[in-house]
Every structure is written in C-alpha cells, then in structure tokens.
C-alpha cells in the first residue's frame, strides 16, 4: 500500500478512536441522565440506596428479602423509618456493595440481612449479577473493590461509560416511557400476588449441590464486621421457604457458626412448620407472597424488639444453633 | 485464551505489531511463541500432549516421504494410531469405559468396573489432532512435501487464531503461507478487523445472550413446558451459529490481519433450502475433512446404493462422536445421517407432490417452505445436541409435542428474550442482505468511509451497551 493511504488510514483511525471516545463519554452521558430519572421499580429503590437513604432501618438481601419484608409494617410497629434494599437475583455481594454506600452516608439503627438457603453455593452468574450496580461505579468508591471481584479487568472496563450502562437500555426506555409499568414497591417491598398450588417437595435445587464458596462467606464475615464497627445492630435471617430443605443444610451451617463465632443473632426460619402448612402463602416454592410477607414480617418485628430494647443479649448469649427465639412464643403468634 | 476476553484485547495488537517489526526469519518463532502463550492460558500442561502429537507427526511425514510402498502405509497408520490414540485417551476413555461397566452391572457381572480417569478434556483437542491427522495424510497421497522446518510445522497446528476451534485448515492451504513475507496492508487489516468487529458482535451481543434463556430452560427441563422448550430450541440454532461462526469470523479476521487466508467456515447456513445444502454451509472445514478423508476412502456414492447409504450414515455418526463422548451427540449425527438418507430416498416422491402441487409454482414462497423445513429439521437435531442426557432430550421432544403451555417468564428472562429478539433480528437482515448481495456485512463494507466508519462505532458501541461481557467460552473448545 503506498504511504499515502497509510496517512489517510492513520488519520482515519485517530480521528475514529477520537470519536469512539466522544461517544463514549457522550452517549454515557445521556444514559446515566435517563438512569438516575427513572421513578418506579427497583432502579429507583436502588438508586435511593445506594445515593441517598439515610432510613434507620435496612432490609439487605435477594429477592427473598425484598418480596418477604414490608417495611411498612416495621416503620409503624418500631416507629424507626425502613427501607427494603433486597433484590430479584441479587446476593450477599449486592448486599455488601449496598451496605459500604449505606455506611459511608449514615449510621442505621439496624440491618436486618436475609440470606438464601443455598447463599454460600459457588455460582459465576452472582458475580455477573453485580452489573446492577456499575452504574454506581464512578461515585461510589466504597463499592468498587466489591464491583472488581466481576472479572479480572472490571476496573478498565468501567472506565467505558457505555460499558457501565450494559444491557440497561432497554429498562431505562421501558421505566421512562411507562413509569407506571415498573415493578411495585412500597419502600423497597415488592408485593406478590399469586398462590403456590403445589405441594411441599425435597428441596433438589442444583445449586446446593455446588461448592461453597469462600468469597462468599468472606464477604458475610467482613460485611458482619463492618457493622459491627459503626455499632449498628444486625440480624441475619433465612426466611421460610416452602420445601422441604432437610437435604441441603450447606449455606444455612455456615452462616449459623459464622453468626457464632461473631456474636450476631442468626434466625433460621427457613424450616417454621407454621409456614409449611400452608402453600397459600407462597407466590412459588421460595417466596412468600404478600399475604405471607405480612405473616412473617409480623414475627420477625416481634424476634428483633428484644434486640432493639436493650434485651440484646439474651440473644447473642443464647445457644445459636438453630434460632436465637423461642419457636413456641413464634408459632402461638402466627 | 478467549477471544472475547479482555487478554486478546492487548494479545492481539501486541503479538500483531510485533510481528509486522520482525524480520521475516524471526516471525515463525514469534507466531509459535505467541500460540503456546494463547494455549497455556487455558491449562498449561496439556501444551504437552500438542508437542507430543506434532513430534510424532513431524516424524511420520518425513518418513512417509522418504519411504516405498508398505512402509509408507505403516508410518501413516502410526501417525493415526497416535492421534487417534490421544483422542481416545482423553476424550473417549470415560465415555466407554462408564458404558462397559453400565453394560456389566445390566448383565449383573459386579467384577470391579474399569476404572474412571479423572482429567478434563484439553481444550480444541479434536481441531488441532484433525489439523494434524490431514497433513500426514495428505503427504502420503503426495498433495503436500512433508514439512523439514519442526518450528513450521508446529505453527501449522498451533497458529493461534484458529488452534482451538479451527477453521481445520489442510497443509496445501496454510503451510506455505508461514513462509511468504507479509508486509502490512492496510486492505487487509480493515477486513480482518471488521471480520473481526462482526464475529464479537454474533458472539457477545448474538449467543451469549441467548445463551442465558437456552441454559435456564435446558437445565431445567421438567419444571418448563413444551412452549418454553421450543423457544429455547429456537434460542439453541441461533446460539450454536452465533457462537461458533462468530468464533470463526474472529479467527479468519485475525490471520487475515496479520496477511494469512484461512478458509471459509460458514456461508450462511440457515438459508440453506436442504440438509445436503445446509452441510455444504455449516462447518465447512469439518464436512470437507471428513468428506476427503472418511466419506471417500470408504468408497463415497460410487458403490452400491445400500453401502453409499451406509457410508453416508457412518459419516455422520462419527461426526458426532467427534463433537463430544456422549449418546446425545451420537444421536444428533445419527439423526443428521437420517435425514441425509430420507432426502435421497424421498427424492422422487417429493418432486412428484412439488409438480403437481401448487406450492412450487411460486419459486419464492417454494424457497421460503424449503428454508423454514430445513431450519426446523436442524433445531429438533440440536435439541440431542444441547440436551444434558439422552432422557432431557426425549422429554423435551415429548413436551414440546405433547405439553405446549403458556409462556412462563420472569422479569430477567423478558428481558433477556427482548435483547435477543434484537440481535436475532438484527442477524437476519445482515445474513439476509448478504445472501442476496456480493458484500460481506452491509455498512461495515459501504463505499462511503463515512457510513463504514459510523458503522464500526455503531458496532463498538453495540458490543458496549448489549453485550454479554461474562458469557465464558466457545461452545466449540469442549470438542
């Protein structure tokens, strides 16, 4: 090729890499104006998290968090403001990325983290799911070594702003043009609706077949101390689910000695036979839907006041081996 | 190392320009050294087994060269039986060995069973041990000199860009390229780079995604219905082409930067109007491999018509087997061979209904009828393909069938359909533009430099804001 095409094609290149760039920043420009001006659903609950809530209490976990705890119902029994930061897919991951934001902004009251019965399970897609909050990335330093864990390079990647708007844009046009058809929440809760027909199965869930995984549990243990820390009371929980989970003990053992070993009251109420009576309560086999929210959030309000009201210690002292509350006081509530 | 990895983003350019600094004598070195660092990032050690079969390949060439009459058969079969022989051990030993002791419990012999190894497949392994098998071969039937630069003739398996998922090139194709000066042509550079820039789109943007509703759906086939097992079939053509053909864009866009041609690997199967055709245009360099080296050593068409059909199904069958130690591929090859065979057979009664229906009179509406059989019988063959066992397969055919239902979709999985319904269709109009055009990929290729230019950032930034950046491997590096 002669030199003369070899100048057109570098000027060419530069001018495109100039361009790409522009765009970049440009484009990316637009798409976190739309992003942050979505009002509804859980880009809005998230965005309030992570930016601006300074409620007094939290409610951290995957979409068992946010479909299981009304908030509503905490604010008006512990006359403490709420706010349901849980989910849809979402992991201890999210949880702690949320939480850093949370603690560099404000000191909660309480935390009260949900976790899954197969939380602990070795599973990539978790890490691909924090994509939620790359959005974030820029202004949120306190979550970026939690963001990094996504892949070796996340922290190049996110210097492309589009590449922090990834597979965003069709929500963002969604919620903007029809903010009435983003999902429901009332401080964070997400109501179901629908009634489980089925009937209580084995847990045979693939995931509790898997490894645990040691980011994981690190990541609750650092999470545990960083709350600690700021001297804001936690409560880790795992909420009922309609199976019959007796196979897959993993997750749930080690958040139970983890719990322990830190003194935090762990709450197992994945197995309450009040809640294996009935299916009606359950949207499907792992999530309660609002009738059953409003069931369990009740007893969990009525688990967490002792901590609230300075009879804390009877908790932690208490033998954490499966509960850290009496089951008969629980089941006569219900 | 993947090509959709953030490592070949700095690989690429780094490996590339050094290249074009080096003086010609040192560039085969540095291309040898470049594909060890591309083949160690997966598992380093099994970048012994790739030495192992290129020495012994190396050898048997110069041998078979040198050699008359039977020795020159015997140095060939050596050069098989060893290539062969590494498939066997590290694909196929634990796929037959679990079914000799499932065969000896049935026949209730409760001996000790043989024993299982526990390794994993070395990636690319079938690709760069056909590679190797067609240049021994090739210098037995006197179509290729055998090799005496070691160095070379390591290249020529290892070349990186098509190592692990091919195009399977042939000797008289590749080989004498890694001796020719290729000084840098910006023509070609641009033309690797937007093969380049097209084959990330179909893979990040076009497979991956799809990829998350086909898994969702085929790991869990007894919770989905018939409905959601079609779509995720659908999902599954799309995703396979995606991945492997964007796979083999890269790839031929990499060498071509660099100045080297692979072959052709795909042309648009999905408008292929038969199965005979469709095999014509899916996977080329592997149909050919084993058109020259299997179907026509066992005699091809030119026996009685019994054997050809026997030969025809052979093939297939051991193309299957190629793909993965698993009934499930076994079965996909058998149906394809099936259906090979019914065309031929069902050939005159379908011309006959084609006269004297109506459908044939309109070419166009005809064509589109062909098209869409040919794609629905290819998508029920790759449910065998994708299937986790032979029983998902046969439940999924049976609900899909017998079970079809309402779409159950949570919000992720809408989402994820809706992204993929915009990468499926923004691949049928450039699949579509390319059949019935001379061009490669409409606007990446325009004579405008200012519409081909917008249309790279176009790309870029699809890639950007609909990719899919954690979708893990190619589909095509288990085989």
Redesign the interface.
Known sequence: ?QST??KA?SI?VI??IV??IL??IG?GKVLKYNYLKINGGATKACTYVVNEAKDDVFILGSSRASHHYKSSLIQDSLHLTCFNAGR??EGIFYSYAVLKCILARTTPKLILLDLTTDEFAED??D??KLSFLTPYYDTHPEMQPILNL????EW??VK?S??Q???T???IIGDRLRPSAA?KTELGYMPLFKEYKGTLEMADN?KSRLPLDTLKINCLKSLIRDVKKVGCKLVVITSPVYLDMSNCPKSMEVAKNICAQEQVPYINNSQLQAFMRDPSIYADQYHLNDQGAGIMTNMVIGEIKPLLSGQATYIIDRNLQTSALNKKDTLSRL | MLFNS??FLVFFPLVTIIYFLLPHKFRWFHLLLASCVFYAAFIPIYILILFFTILIDYCAGIAIENSQGGKRKLFLTTSIIANVGVLAIFKYYNFFTNNINELLNQLHITAHGLPILNMILPIGLSFHTFQAMSYTIEVYRGNQKAERHLGIYALYVMFYPQLVAGPIERPQNILHQFYEKHS????LI?NGLRKMLWGLVMKVVIADRVAIFVNAIY?NVPENNGTMLLLASFFFAIQIYCDFAGYSYIAIGAAQVMGFDLMTNFKRPYFSTSIDMFWKRWHISLSTWFRDYLYIPLGGNRVPVPRWYFNLFIVFVVSGLWHGANWTYIIWGALNGFYLIFAIVSKKWRDSFNRVSLISRNPVIFKIIQIVTTFCLVTFAWIFFRANTVTDAFLIVKKIFTELGPLSLN??LI?TM??AFSGIALLFLVELYMEYSSREVPLLQHSS?YVK?AS??VG??YI???????G?QFIYFQF
């Open positions: 090729m095409s070899w094609l060419r001018l495109f361009l790409m765009l970049d484009l849809d897919g990539e897609n890490y691909s996504r892949s070796n390079y190049v990647k492309s589009l590449y708007y990834n597979s844009i069709i929500k999902e693939p | 953030f490592q840098p042509d910006a023509i641009e790991n919000g992720s989402l809706l992204y430099v230019y790279y950032a870029i930034v950007l804001l609909f990719g899919v950046f954690d893990g």
